[in-house]
């Protein structure tokens, strides 16, 4: 089973713009991570934002944390084509060291 | 650094046949994990090592899927008889040792996409 889930399912920009991407999950979490895939490949880390902390900023990247209403969101600043990925987030929980990962959101950055 | 090695890539076989899959992780990462993702999905965990110990195998279905870990190092997934379900990429990805539960950043190796016939 999945714990979050990615809206939207589907994003279509263009260079330049923003992207913003929203999470929810369903039980408490210790942190939660973004992860970028882009086609035919695995997955590649971008960002840990830990349940204490509510933003953090990684050069484009900022990620928002709100624990009250069990849910995260992405930005990607000043998009490029290089960009276009599935963006997934994943919960870390309890105490096993486990990540569940979402459904993800398809990202198109054009031209 | 090498990151996590997967192999083979990509591996066509026909129903009720036999498969393995490869996964030689980071140097110094204790915690080795094997996912599947099915196309347009998120990945999902089949089971997790800590060491040589297979600490959460939950999701794994045993009666066609096994996996090991031996010396704490590489591991192998293996499916057999593979039916037609089973098509979907397997990733394997590691970590460094957790804390307390709190599990850090993946890395994730380039994926075993499967097909079956």
């Known amino acids: 089973s999945q714990q979050g889930e990615e809206d939207p399912q589907a994003l279509s920009i263009q260079e330049g713009e923003n992207a913003t991407m929203n999470c929810s999950y369903k039980t408490s979490i210790n942190n939660l991570q973004w992860y970028r895939q882009n086609s035919g490949r695995g997955l590649v880390h971008l960002i840990l934002?830990?349940?204490?902390?509510r933003e953090k900023h990684s050069g484009r990247l900022r990620v928002t944390l709100d624990t009250s209403k069990k849910s995260s969101s992405l930005l990607i600043t000043a998009s490029r084509a290089a960009d276009t990925a599935s963006y997934f987030c994943?919960?870390?929980?309890?105490?096993?060291?486990?990540?569940?990962f979402g459904t993800g959101t398809r990202l198109q950055v054009t031209l | 650094e090498a990151g996590v090695v997967q192999s083979p890539r990509y591996k066509i076989i026909e129903k009720k046949q036999p498969v393995a899959f490869w996964c030689n992780p980071i140097?110094?990462?204790?915690?080795l994990y094997w996912y599947r993702q099915n196309l347009g999905q998120g990945p999902e965990l089949l089971i997790r090592y800590e060491n040589e110990e297979a600490v959460d195998d939950s999701q794994l279905p045993k009666d066609r899927f096994s996996a090991e870990r031996l010396k704490g190092v590489d591991s192998t997934l293996k499916i057999q008889p593979a039916e037609l379900g089973d098509s979907a990429v397997y990733l394997c990805?590691?970590?460094?040792?957790?804390?307390?539960?709190?599990?850090?950043?993946?890395?994730f190796g380039e994926g075993s996409r499967l097909t079956v016939l």
């Open positions: 934002i830990r349940s204490n902390e």
């Open positions: 990805a590691s970590s460094l040792d957790s804390w307390q539960g709190n599990t850090g950043e993946l890395f």
């Open positions: 140097s110094g990462h204790n915690t």
């Open positions: 994943a919960t870390n929980t309890g105490t096993a060291s486990k990540l569940t």
